[in-house]
């Protein structure tokens, strides 16, 4: 089965997660830090609200090779709380370098001694975090015999590597892997790997394909720095499609932020090997690996035959010609539940759709002004939520289709889609080429 895995992202959004949303992905991932400052919450959701769902936590490990900055709290200047759990978990040599001011280098793990102890305690964290915790759902599970909240595989630590770095961090990288799997030789043990875009198309990936091949990880996730498959190149994504099928080759691979091209590939491609693609809650299908701060929300609609997500302000101008009737509407844009009830009960299916937009004005302070902006209403927020994850949905379970197929009815969307300009449909083409190349 393929996994269509979606990442944890806040309490509030748990909602968006049960539910009719509960049969609507296959695993779920959870952020080392949310589980280690919310263990017995996460462990209640896990075990009550999503019935055992099948998870797996990132570790973070990366999180202690950058610029301490990015881990410190920019009122307090002290290491964010859920870093500081997170480190109290984790142990040496974290704690020593992050104590001393400085994160992490190649040089606190060359002693294998540390290496295997900070493997074991990574793991550990895992394991134990939230089949630790106690509530009134054990006696349900003690009932089924069924032994709850343990991960569906554990991740080793791991840590970026880019063109310049990858000399120094990648034997690290595979010993931690074989550690792990010499030590906990009955789990899914898995490599997660995380590059730059940079390693793409430098002749030092091959070297990297090799190694993490020759580790006994029974499974490889990959994350690229902030690789937004919609606005890649063809040859960049030429490029991801060869290293997975490198690596798929002999291992098993999980996307850990992707979007449709990524699902595209699992589904149409099965030599590639892929075993589940990730996103969040109507974001996160890319991510960069330092975080950098969001701008101004803006409601955006996943258009489903372009799988990507519109601004409302553009997207109304490819709607428009299906708002005269609902049928018109569910046959060209969207039938999923949440457009089916929203427009269904609407007196028209422009005011139905309108519902996707709505705004409400707040006063900020911007460049020593108040000024007056316009921002989602929480009740648009969920309904694009709603509406994008009954789109993904739809995307996983549909059945499979060759690469060529997919390719013309990508090219088909963008040119029916042309009204909105290249900055929506041009993905589709680049998609499409690298489709049609097999």
């Known amino acids: ?58 570790p973070q490990t990366h999180a202690f090779q950058h610029d301490l900055r990015y881990i410190r709290s920019s009122k307090t200047e002290e290491i964010k709380s859920s870093i500081a759990r997170l480190l109290e978990q984790y142990g040496e040599p974290f704690k020593r370098s992050i104590n001393a001011g400085r994160p992490v280098s190649p040089d606190d793990f060359k002693d294998n001694g540390i290496l295997a102890s900070a493997v074991e305690r990574v793991i550990e964290f895992q394991r134990n975090v939230f089949s630790a915790q106690k509530g009134e759902w054990q006696k349900y599970y003690e009932f089924i015999n069924i032994n709850p909240l343990t991960p569906w595989a554990v991740i080793a630590p791991y840590f970026f590597m880019d063109e310049l770095s990858v000399g120094q961090w990648l034997e690290i990288n595979a010993k931690a892997v074989e550690i792990a799997k010499t030590k906990y030789p009955d789990e899914k043990v898995v490599m997660q ?22 580790t006994p990880a029974d ?4 994350w690229i720095d902030d690789f937004d498959e919609t606005s890649a190149t063809i040859t960049e ?87 005269d009737s609902k049928e018109d ?70 059945a499979e289709q060759s690469p060529l197929q997919i390719a013309r009815e990508l090219n088909q969307a963008a040119e029916e889609c042309k009204a909105v300009g290249n900055a929506f449909t041009a993905h589709c083409l680049r998609w499409a080429k690298v489709l049609e190349g097999g």
Request: glycine share 6%; aromatic share 12%.
């Open 329 to 398: 509407y569910f046959r060209h844009v969207c039938d999923c539940k949440t457009c089916t009830e929203l427009i269904g009960r609407a007196l028209s299916v422009e005011e139905g759709f309108a519902h996707y937009g709505e705004t409400s004005p707040a006063v900020s302070r911007r460049n020593n002004q108040m000024v007056v902006l316009n921002y989602p209403t929480t009740e648009a927020r969920n309904l694009c939520v709603k509406h994008y994850m009954w789109c993904k949905a739809k995307e996983y379970q549909e």
């Open 193 to 214: 790997l995380v590059i730059g875009k940079g390693l793409l198309l430098s002749q030092e990936l091959s070297k990297v394909i090799e190694r993490v091949i020759s």
């Open 1 to 58: 089965m393929k996994l269509h895995m979606v990442r944890y992202g806040t309490h509030a959004e748990s909602i968006l997660l049960t539910g009719d949303f509960w049969d609507a992905y296959h695993l779920l991932v959870v952020n080392g830090n949310m589980a280690a400052y919310y263990p017995a919450a996460m462990a209640r959701f896990i075990a009550e609200q999503v019935f055992n769902k099948p998870y797996i936590i990132d």
């Open 237 to 323: 994504l030429t490029m991801y499609k060869e290293m997975l099928r490198k690596l798929g080759g002999k291992k098993e691979v999980l996307i850990l932020y992707g979007s449709y091209f990524s699902v595209a590939l699992m589904k149409s491609l099965p030599e590639l090997n892929i075993k589940g693609v990730c996103h969040g809650l109507e974001y996160a299908e890319y991510r960069p690996v330092i975080p950098v701060g969001g701008g101004l929300p803006v409601s955006k609609f996943y258009y489903p035959s372009l799988h990507i997500r519109i601004p409302y302000v553009e997207v109304v101008f490819l709607v428009r010609p299906f708002l």
């Open 219 to 222: 499974m490889v996730a990959i």
